[in-house]
């Protein structure tokens, strides 16, 4: 088979993993704003309480719940070739645990309740400085990816750390209940909050298209740079689009785990590492996941709603073991 039959048949399978993956999102979110203590039907709402429930919390919630599962794992696809490391995810190197720090800080020392604007603001910030961080220390040879992951996962044990602290400290219930959403949660999603898609939206179109920039840096920064790409400028665009992602989903949905590793890196393995096709389908896909598993969240338990962080990470962390264990192997 020659080179050009070869690639004709490889964007064949990533144009089919789209549509199927497209497809299935369609499906879920339909069940989605369908299932609960009361059956709805989206596209005819029978009475103002189906009405209300159908446009005040069930829709609310899923736009929050694919917007974050996209902004995720499509900066978890990012982080994977930024630091050369098929294991990096926001959750798992500590990203989403500093802007979730910055983001309580906020909440413990403001006198008031932060907008959903300074909310997120203060949560990018949080996730600005450990990407500085985690990017500073990738960049030194005398650092190897294991250590790095392991500093990662350590700045995510600290700020969790912290984080006990000013609860245990704070005579607040609503700080106390926070902790609930700490846990990743979408219950409570208003459109107030989701005013946070404007930003989220445009960055995460913006970070799709620099999947071609991405695959001329997996080559290597000097040959990169041969080929004309400036790669400096490329790594921080993409450092501050992926801080402001993480911050702005910790500030939505709270801390959410796993669901930048497994994605892109499942994507990769069953069908490539070409990052112009990788990352919007793992935006579709980590859209997918999170819907679905927010909505395992709400019907697994009568009368209950289940963080949505501990279904991902009860997915999540057997893959992200398995992952060790074939990396370790290979």
Sequence with gaps: MSLNALLIRQRSRWRMSFWLLSLSLVVVCFYSLSVG????????????????????????????????????????AVLQVLLGNPLAEPGVLGISGGASLALVCVLFFLPFTPSPMLAMIA?????????????????????????LLLIGVALGILSSAVITWAFYFSDDLS??????????????????QLSLLLFIVPVLIV?????????????????ARQLGLN?????????????LLVGSAV????????IGLVVPHLIRLMLGTENRYLLPLSAIAG?????????LSRILL????????????????PVFIWMLMRSQLN
């Excluded at 997918?288 to 909505?295: C, E, G, R, W």
């Excluded at 009568?302 to 962390?317: C, K, N, Q, R």
């Design 251 to 258: 500030a939505l949905a709270g801390v959410i785990g796993f």
């Design 287 to 295: 859209g997918l996941l999170l819907v679905f598993a927010d909505t």
């Design 37 to 76: 203590e009361l059956w709805i039907k989206p596209w005819a709402p029978d009475g103002a309480l189906e009405q209300q429930l159908l446009f005040q919390l069930r829709l609310p919630r899923l736009l929050a719940a694919f917007a974050v599962g996209a902004a995720l794992a499509s900066s978890g």
């Design 123 to 147: 949560a990018m910030v949080g996730a600005l400085v450990f990407t500085l961080i985690l990017v500073g220390l990738s960049r030194r040879r005398s650092v190897s990816m294991t250590r």
């Design 207 to 223: 970070l799709c298209c620099q999947g071609k920039k991405l695959d001329i840096l997996m080559l290597g920064e000097l040959h």
């Design 231 to 243: 790669v400096a400028s490329l790594r921080w665009k993409l450092i501050l689009m992926v801080s």
């Design 302 to 317: 009568p009368s209950a709603d289940l963080p949505v962080g501990v279904v991902t990470t009860s997915l999540g962390a």
């Design 175 to 192: 700080m106390r209940q926070l902790m609930y959403w700490l846990m990743g949660s979408l219950g409570g999603v208003s459109w107030q």
